[in-house]
């Protein structure tokens, strides 16, 4: 719209939509909900990689900034997977 682009999509929409990086932690939360067709798009171990990076407090389990795991249900990160977590053509 031409508001949006006259003051800025990041100051007039930006919130309606996810950056690259904050994309990661609401993904993993819908993929474990319900079956998906679109979660085989999704490099699972890139996305767990991508939340250590981008959100280490979430997939720590200490549950100060995200949900508390146990020790066996923490992330853990998946060397040579990267964090390009998208599989779109």
Same mark, same amino acid.
């Given at each position: 719209?031409?508001?949006?682009?006259?003051?800025?999509?990041?100051?007039?929409?930006?919130?309606?939509?996810?950056?690259?990086? #904050? #994309?990661?932690? *609401?993904?993993?939360?819908?993929?474990?909900?319900?079956?998906? *067709?679109?979660?085989?798009?999704?490099?699972?171990?890139?996305? /767990?990689?991508?939340?250590?990076?981008?959100? +280490? /407090?979430?997939? &720590?389990?200490?549950?100060? &900034?995200? +949900?508390?795991? &146990?020790?066996?249900? /923490?992330? /853990? *990160?998946? +060397?040579?997977?990267?964090?390009? =977590?998208? #599989? =779109? *053509?």
């Amino acid at each position: 719209m031409e508001y949006d682009r006259a003051n800025g999509i990041e100051n007039t929409c930006g919130y309606r939509f996810f950056t690259y990086e #904050s #994309s990661c932690l *609401p993904l993993y939360e819908l993929e474990f909900g319900e079956e998906n *067709p679109w979660t085989e798009k999704i490099d699972d171990a890139a996305l /767990q990689n991508a939340i250590l990076k981008y959100f +280490p /407090q979430y997939g &720590s389990g200490d549950g100060d &900034s995200g +949900p508390c795991f &146990s020790i066996d249900e /923490q992330i /853990q *990160p998946t +060397p040579g997977a990267g964090t390009d =977590f998208y #599989s =779109f *053509p």
